[in-house]
């Protein structure tokens, strides 16, 4: 019954029977929704479940709502994958973001790497970031999830590598051009519980930054005899994996 309500992420502490005014940025959307004192919408704060929620009251920049119950169903992915990648260029990151939330990616961390046309550092670094999470959490609203995947920073391939133990619980692989990638479906017979994936930008990383990548545990493979675009190959995994 609540899944045709109006979807909105609502960074907040939410339990039942309890009114509360919705953050700025709930209370913009329920506005912009034309939403009135009756309505019924369905939030969620990334802490697990929805809440289906009443609009008591509608101020010029306010909205009061109570919290009439909680579901807490999950649609998370059986895989919980960890995406770094090399940004590609312009809106493609924007996009990417979008359908891997969808896909049901658990954390991104968005990597400058030598290939890597898009760079960000210092403030701006940052308010691609809030713009990141912005389009994640846009993309749960949307396609159902309760639980909004993590966006980093940016940062550069290498120190991310750095940062990374020498071993992992879980595996480690990276989308690789060279000879020999082994097929990403030989690699297990049923998905993993939990997975790193490294994918390049545009032209894919460097023969070192792979290197470096495979001294930390990564294997390099390959999605078949297609090239795909940079933004496209992560998806083809996430999609597999979902």
């Known amino acids: 019954m609540t899944s ?12 039942v029977g309890t009114s509360l005014q919705l953050p700025d940025e709930a209370a913009r959307h329920v506005q912009v929704l034309r939403l009135q004192p009756g309505d019924d919408i369905q939030l969620f704060n990334g802490l697990g479940g929805s809440y289906t929620a009443r609009v008591l009251h509608m101020g010029k920049h306010t909205v009061e709502v109570q919290v009439l119950f909680h579901d807490p169903q999950e649609r998370e992915a059986a895989c919980q994958t960890q995406l770094a990648l090399g940004m590609p260029a312009n809106e493609r990151m924007d996009w990417l973001v979008e359908k891997a939330t969808e896909l049901g990616v658990a954390h991104i961390t968005p990597l400058s790497t030598q290939h890597t046309v898009l760079r960000l550092s210092g403030e701006r670094a940052l308010k691609r970031q809030h713009h990141w999470q912005g389009i994640a959490q846009a993309a749960c609203a949307q396609s159902g999830r309760n639980r909004v995947p993590r966006i980093d920073s940016p940062l550069s391939i290498s120190d991310w590598l750095k940062a990374l133990p020498d071993a992992a619980n879980h595996p480690r692989v990276l989308l690789s051009f060279q000879a020999g990638a082994q097929d ?44 795909l675009r940079a933004e496209t190959a992560p998806l083809a995994v996430l999609a597999q994996l979902l």
């Open 184 to 227: 990403w479906r030989s690699l297990w017979g049923a998905p993993p519980v939990q997975l790193t994936l490294l994918s390049g930008p545009e032209g894919g990383l460097s023969a070192e930054e792979e290197a470096w990548a495979m001294a930390k545990g990564f294997v390099p493979v390959h999605l078949g005899p297609r090239v």
């Open 4 to 15: 045709r309500l109006p979807r909105i992420h609502s960074a907040c502490p939410l339990s």
